[in-house]
């Protein structure tokens, strides 16, 4: 089992940053790949990026590639998003998820094990 714990949503105006965390426990954290995923009130879940188990491999949606970046830490058990340029479009409860595919970077989110509770994002404008 993994548990995973997302931290550092909030509120932030239109063109401001946030950097979110998923912390993880139960289980060799460099062993599985993760990505992050969001879901706005009614709309569906829709994948933000994902990062091999080593770091080497990213992945991003196109909405927004060149204003987040996935990074990990393997030594903290802990996965990032960075995000800057935020916009309105961008609030949504943010996830993070885990693969047993250690060198997966998928976008699906039936490739993915385990998942957080979610962090919220609100972006005004």
């Known amino acids: 089992q993994v548990q995973l714990v997302e931290s550092g949503g909030g509120l932030v105006q239109a063109g401001g940053s946030l950097r979110l965390s998923c912390a993880a426990s139960g289980r060799t954290f460099s062993s599985y790949s993760m990505g992050w995923f969001r879901q706005a009130p009614g709309k569906e879940r829709e994948f933000v990026a994902a990062?091999?188990?080593?770091?080497?491999?990213?992945y991003y949606a196109d909405s927004v590639k060149g204003r987040f970046t996935i990074s990990r830490d393997n030594a903290k058990n802990t996965v990032y998003l960075q995000m800057n340029s935020l916009k309105p479009e961008d609030t949504a409860i943010y996830y993070c998820?885990?693969?047993?595919?250690?060198?997966?970077?998928?976008?699906?989110?039936?490739?993915?094990?385990?998942w957080g509770q979610g962090t919220q994002v609100t972006v005004s404008s």
């Open positions: 990062i091999s188990w080593s770091g080497g491999n990213t």
């Open positions: 998820a885990a693969s047993l595919i250690a060198t997966l970077t998928s976008a699906h989110g039936v490739d993915y094990d385990y």
